[in-house]
């Protein structure tokens, strides 16, 4: 089983559409949580963090399950710019040793006008 | 941009070659990795560095060396190509000291071994 677990997806979905994403991780000691977005041919890049009490940044919001070991992700008014594979990360390190991050294999999104 | 160039950025090389990819900071960042990423399995780390001359084995270290002799540079090696180690590598910072453990990746250096 991985360490961490997401849909593959791709979600197709219309521009002004809602749409979210779950992640499920293994590690119950798992520190801190993330999402990342990665571009085509591109670096990912940090989307936001994810907090244990939910935490929302312009139309994305991200939840934490910590007794259910799951992550979500929810992107409203889709815009064709959101298109990106999204990636689901986990640190399992404290933060004195650096990071240890174990990431998903990433979720495709697809926002079709 | 977060300060890290990687070189070189593309590389064809043949099996049984020796490789090696460059890291390079700007930020003097304490912690610095290099992942590989491939399909189906999302980066994998493959070693980290948490200080000069101060590095550790990640996930999927086997077929490769790092070195660190400077802050700024963190060196990647393959001492012998093989065809499975065709991936995109990333080099990645983050410093950790402020409780704020943002890592930030390179552009990427795709490496195919023929």
């Known amino acids: 089983r991985k360490e961490v677990e997401q849909d593959p997806g791709p979600f197709n979905v219309p521009e002004g559409a809602t749409v979210a994403f779950n992640c499920t991780y293994s590690?119950?000691?798992?520190?801190?949580f993330f999402w990342y977005r990665q571009d085509c041919r591109k670096e990912p890049k940090l989307l936001m963090s994810?907090?244990?009490s939910g935490n929302e940044d312009g139309r994305f919001t991200a939840q934490l399950n910590r007794a259910s070991q799951y992550i979500s992700l929810l992107i409203r008014d889709s815009k064709l710019s959101d298109s990106a594979t999204y990636l689901c990360v986990v640190n399992t390190s404290p933060i004195q040793y650096g990071n240890k991050l174990v990431f998903g294999a990433g979720t495709i999104l697809r926002v079709k006008s | 941009d977060a300060g890290i160039t990687q070189s070189p950025r593309h590389k064809v090389t043949e099996t049984g070659t020796p490789v090696t990819l460059r890291c390079h900071q700007t930020e003097n960042h304490r912690y610095m990795y290099w992942y590989r990423q491939d399909p189906g399995h999302g980066l994998r780390l493959i070693h980290y560095?948490?200080?000069?001359?101060?590095?550790d084995k990640g996930e999927v270290s086997d077929g490769y060396s790092v070195s660190r002799s400077k802050t700024e540079d963190f060196l990647l090696t393959l001492e012998s190509a093989t065809s499975s180690q065709t991936s995109v590598y990333f080099c990645?910072?983050?410093?950790?000291?402020?409780?704020?453990?943002?890592?930030?990746f390179g552009e990427g250096s795709w490496l195919t071994v023929v």
């Open positions: 990645a910072i983050s410093e950790s000291r402020t409780g704020r453990n943002t890592i930030y």
């Open positions: 560095s948490y200080g000069v001359k101060d590095t």
């Open positions: 590690n119950s000691a798992s520190q801190s």
């Open positions: 994810v907090y244990s």
